[in-house]
């Protein structure tokens, strides 16, 4: 079992960064790869980024093309933690981001090869 909370989320302008936390537990947590999906009023649950597990000698990320260059993905593995550095970020980021958990190698980009999700964080961004 893993759980997984969120954390970071909150409204911004345009061109402002945001960094996204995500603190996992449960007894084998480092064998999970990572995943940040995001969901907008009205639309379905997407991707946004993904990261190997821990014990992955070398991490392997991936990222959505909407948020290629602006949006990083990285773990603290002495934490249990894994965080979302966005920046630049735009009006159309709006949404409630989610943060999940793997037992499948990859990382996998489909929400359907999570195995775990957390409760979700607002992210809101005015132009």
């Known amino acids: 079992q893993v759980q997984l909370v969120e954390s970071g989320g909150g409204s911004v302008q345009a061109g402002d960064s945001l960094r996204l936390s995500c603190a996992a537990s449960g007894r084998t947590v480092s064998r999970y790869a990572m995943g940040w999906f995001r969901q907008a009023p009205g639309k379905e649950r997407e991707f946004v980024a993904a990261i190997t597990s821990a014990i992955t000698w070398n991490a392997v990320t991936k990222y959505a093309d909407s948020v290629k260059g602006r949006f990083t993905i990285s773990r603290d593995n002495t934490k249990n933690t894994v965080y979302l550095q966005m920046n630049s970020l735009k009006p159309e980021d709006t949404a409630v981001y989610f943060c999940?958990?793997?037992?499948?190698?990859?990382?996998?980009?489909?929400?359907?090869?999570?195995?775990?999700w957390g409760q979700g964080t607002q992210v809101t961004v005015s132009s």
């Open positions: 999940a958990a793997s037992i499948n190698a990859g990382p996998p980009i489909n929400s359907r090869a999570y195995d775990y």
